[in-house]
């Protein structure tokens, strides 16, 4: 048995393989390719077991359909690695068993094994990296909270995995609301750990919601020497540069780094898209020309209409394809929500469509129509995070709600999903823009708006 620095304990004789499966949790925790480094652990040891897991656990974090078919794919070898092992050690078990859980969608159960092994190990690092991985896909942010808090009592500077711990216990302070503390551990894991770009990205997350859009766009240029270091991560960080610019309706700027550093390239990663579309999306509802940007996210969003294997990412592609217009293939993914939130055997996923997926989706839709808006708006706000992801990305749906009840002329609706809102993010330009929709509903006036909200969703 050997011993790795993220104290990842393995049943090989084969340093070579554990050297290599290091460099391979650095690149999980860095958000950078871990590939290379995972083939060359497995091929000084085709038996290593956490390399065999954690391959196919990579696989089911990318949420699409196939990607867990792959991870079903993945389970078998790593199984017989355990097996050969003589059922190894509580590590390699811990994360075998995550991976069979995760691989049939059972992401919270998944996260709960790895929660376990910390529990019992707070200093390992890699199931916690993964079970906030998990936790922030199921939109568990107080149990990515909870975990780290947990797991950095026990650990200290020395540690590997120390500053990149720092980073994601940043990010469930900020994803809960410990704004001031998120900001100074935020700041923390980047001193501690240079690579830790998800400690850069909590403290972004922490300028954007506190209203601090010119110091948030100069921390985040400041990260750029790790930018092209990461995998597509790197998307991700430009996307959050351009919430500055566009709280301060720099619309050039914004339609730039979409261009050149958001979506270079059209991929159908459902976290690029999820950039790509909530971008365009919130430049739509302050009535910014975008072009026939929508047309390369209509056809990604058009292949994935029938898979509806993780809601956040299909109430995404009901964005796109309403963009580009495409109502008929937006209706048939929404009857595809319907399908799976009456799912016989339903997993995670399918509850989180029936509790909210489809009425956001039947919300959204409405207001594409010209229809009414629904009576739960304040409900259906309270129950967004269930969908996952962060507030900053969920809140191209919050704007929306926020939008319906300003079109609604109910003060009260508009309050109450306002109020909501503003737990979670200072009242911002588009929140008073808002305000002034509802009130031009009771005292019309003839005066016009450089950027004004364009009534669709």
């Known amino acids: 048995m050997l011993q790795d620095r993220y104290q990842g304990r393995h049943s090989t004789t084969s340093e070579e393989a554990v050297r290599a499966f290091e460099e391979a949790v650095f690149a999980v925790a860095a958000h950078r390719p871990a590939m290379t480094a995972l083939k060359a652990a497995l091929q000084a040891d085709p038996h290593l077991v956490a390399a065999l897991a954690l391959k196919g656990l990579g696989v089911a974090l990318l949420g699409k359909a196939e990607d867990f078919a792959a991870s079903r794919t993945a389970l078998a070898p790593a199984k017989a690695a355990l097996a050969r092992a003589n059922d190894g050690t509580a590590y390699e078990r811990t994360l075998v068993d995550a991976l069979a859980l995760a691989s049939r969608g059972a992401l919270k159960a998944a996260a709960s094994r790895l929660e376990f092994q910390v529990a019992e190990n707070p200093k390992d690092f890699l199931c916690l990296k993964l079970a906030n991985a998990l936790r922030f896909m199921t939109g568990e942010a107080h149990r990515m909270r909870k975990t780290t808090a947990t797991a950095l009592r026990d650990m200290g500077a020395s540690d590997a995995g120390y500053g990149f711990a720092l980073g994601m216990h940043a990010f469930g302070l900020e994803e809960t609301g410990s704004f001031a503390e998120a900001e100074s551990v935020g700041r923390l894991a980047v001193a501690s750990e240079r690579a830790d770009i998800w400690g850069v990205h909590a403290v972004g997350h922490v300028l954007e919601m506190r209203g601090r859009p010119e110091e948030g766009a100069r921390w985040v240029e400041n990260s750029r020497q790790l930018w092209p270091l990461c995998n597509n991560f790197n998307f991700h960080m430009a996307w959050h540069l351009a ?85 008929a293939a937006a209706q048939e993914l929404v009857a595809g929500l319907y399908r799976r939130a009456h799912a016989p055997d339903p997993d995670d996923q399918a509850l989180i469509a029936a509790d909210v997926g489809i009425h956001i989706a039947d919300a959204i839709l409405a207001l594409h129509a010209g229809g009414a808006s629904p009576g739960n708006l304040c409900e259906l706000s309270l129950k967004l995070p269930a969908i996952g992801g962060s507030n900053a990305q969920r809140d191209v749906f919050m704007r929306t709600l926020l939008l319906m009840a300003a079109g609604s002329g109910e003060p009260a609706a508009f309050e109450a999903v306002n109020k909501v809102r503003e737990t979670m993010k200072t009242k911002d330009r588009f929140a008073r823009l808002s305000e002034n929709r509802l009130k031009r509903r009771f005292q019309p006036s003839p005066d016009a708006r450089k950027c004004k909200l364009t009534g669709h969703a």
């Open 243 to 327: 919430l500055f610019h566009l709280e301060a309706a720099n619309y050039d700027a914004v339609l730039d780094l979409y261009d050149r550093e958001i979506r270079p390239t059209q991929t159908d990663d459902f976290r690029d898209m999820s950039n790509a579309v909530s971008m365009l999306w919130r430049l739509r509802q302050e009535g910014v020309d975008v072009g026939d940007r929508w047309l390369g996210l209509r056809a990604v969003a058009h292949r994935r209409r029938t898979d509806t294997t993780y809601v956040f990412a299909s109430l995404h592609y009901l964005l796109a394809l309403l963009g580009a217009g495409d109502t």
